[in-house]
């Protein structure tokens, strides 16, 4: 089909959650083509060359704790398409003076390192790794909707009520478990403790012991490569370097799909939007940022505890304390002097990441909206922190400010990489309180996006659930097999 053709669907966006919604609806037999205004497809899901020949970066995410999980995902076959490795050692959680937080594959490993608080760290998470699939059912939708399993929604909201507010060091007598719960609830880049950060982290906690957080050989872009085959498979047109400035100026279709932010929506729809729903997108919050450095180096990092080196990913901060107060320095608009940072050396796992004997790093720190800080001097304070001789290894390095974040990527406004504040009155009312958010006022217009339920991740969910919406509604179609 010629570029300008009509087709029943257009989708304006190419990251995980846009490709989601075409594959979608490609595989339900409707023509559908992708508009995707960088050069390339992925958004943040994307692998390149940033610092030297032969070393593969993520661009954005690059450990995948819903790669597994995610009920799209599952139902495309995803691990059947590419190779994804999960490791023994889900994450890591260095503490100062050589100590560090395992938290293993296997939960009952986990325990044993715990000491004194294996047990509570036990009764925390063991009834939500037992029922992995009914919460990821709850979480991975609107909250809107009534769950099919009330009981497992009841235990998960209790225990977020827990570690969401400051009874959460009630169950614990050391510091190692809370740090580890800590290091992963920060993922959401909020103020901790709060229920929005507890439901982050309960959840990806409860994937690291159930289905793991694998990573993707050959780089996050395989999931990208596999999405966009598939599309290409059943029809479906990606047309990159095509930005989108107002929906009028779309080719005819039955339906639109966005992947986009409220924001943008409201700038591409303009005064067409009914005056209430403007409002509440306009109304949309978006939250703090990340701001990312990429090394390249001439061997592995030396972590102070060996046992760290298994570790697909790992949380750099300190105590649950420590955290805590870097986080609420963020809030404020500042920049921690010991900031949080995220971890991961995919290139133990995938060889083909870089060159023999080397390896890549993979690193993000929180800092304020906005910010202009180059973060390679704070990222590598800490990692010498915790693995001493660190600097030594560097060959070299590329970083990114929130503000260069957020220039490459229109859906992370100031570097929010989230897509609109994970707060809990964001995770329901996301961008509106509807049970069926991805369906616009406008007619057969859909937000696809991360601003959507379930929120952030590389999981599909968002496009998919739109997808969802307009078969049901524009079509009277219901969900097509998505298997290979």
């Excluded at 993520?58 to 799209?72: E, G, I, N, R, T």
């Excluded at 909020?190 to 229920?195: I, T």
């Excluded at 919050?285 to 061997?299: C, E, M, P, Q, S």
């Excluded at 600097?391 to 220039?407: G, K, M, P």
Aim: glycine share 10%.
């Amino acid at each position: 089909m010629a570029r300008g053709d009509a087709v029943d669907a257009i989708v304006v966006g190419s990251g995980p959650n846009g490709l989601a919604a075409a594959v979608t609806l490609a595989r339900a037999g409707l023509s559908v083509r992708v508009h995707e205004a960088a050069s390339e497809p992925g958004g943040g899901a994307r692998t390149a060359e940033l610092t030297l020949p032969g070393f593969r970066h993520d661009v954005c995410s690059a450990v995948h704790p819903m790669a597994l999980a995610s009920p799209f995902f599952r139902a495309f076959g995803l691990e059947r398409r590419i190779e994804l490795r999960v490791p023994e050692l889900s994450f890591a959680h260095p503490l100062d003076g050589g100590r560090a937080g395992l938290a293993w594959h296997d939960l009952d490993r986990t325990v044993e390192g715990l000491g004194r608080d294996g047990r509570a760290y036990r009764r925390l998470l063991a009834p939500l790794v037992a029922h992995e699939e009914a919460v990821t059912e709850f979480t991975g939708s609107t909250l809107l909707r009534v769950p099919r399993h009330p009981l497992v929604a009841a235990r998960f909201g209790l225990r977020a009520l827990e570690q969401g507010t400051p009874a959460w060091n009630v169950r614990f007598d050391d510091d190692v478990a809370p740090a580890m719960l800590t290091g992963v609830a920060a993922h959401a880049i909020r103020p901790l403790p709060s229920l929005g950060t507890a439901g982050t982290g309960l959840v990806l906690t409860m994937h690291a012991h159930a289905r793991g957080w694998p990573i993707p050989v050959g780089g996050s872009g395989a999931i990208v490569a596999a999405l966009v085959d598939d599309l290409r498979a059943h029809g479906g047109e990606l047309v990159t370097d095509a930005p989108v400035d107002d929906l009028a100026a779309l080719p005819p279709a039955r339906v639109v799909l966005l992947d986009v932010t409220p924001r943008a929506l409201a700038r591409l729809a303009g005064d067409r939007l009914p005056r209430r729903y403007g409002r509440a997108l306009r109304a949309f919050r978006y939250g703090n940022a990340a701001a990312k450095v990429d090394f390249a180096l001439a061997g592995p990092v030396p972590w102070a505890d060996p046992a760290v080196a298994g570790a697909g990913t790992v949380h750099l901060g300190g105590t649950r304390e420590e955290i805590a107060a870097g986080e609420r320095e963020v809030a404020r608009g500042r920049h921690p002097s010991s900031p949080y940072v995220l971890v991961s050396q995919p290139s133990t796992l995938d060889e083909s990441r870089a060159p023999d004997g080397r390896h890549v790093l993979w690193t993000y720190t929180h800092v304020p909206a906005g910010s202009t800080l180059d973060p390679t001097e704070a990222v590598t304070r800490q990692l010498e922190r915790f693995a001493p001789g660190f600097r030594d290894l560097v060959l070299a390095s590329s970083s990114r400010s929130a503000e260069r974040v957020a220039a490459e990527n229109a859906n992370y406004i100031g570097g929010d990489i989230a897509s609109g504040a994970p707060s809990l009155a964001q995770l329901v009312r996301r961008p509106v309180l509807s049970p069926d958010p991805w369906r616009t006022p406008l007619g057969g217009v859909y937000l696809a996006s991360a601003s959507t339920p379930p929120g952030p991740g590389v999981h599909g969910l968002a496009g998919w659930h739109a997808a969802a919406s307009a078969l049901r509604h524009e079509f009277g179609l219901g969900m097509p097999r998505l298997a290979p």
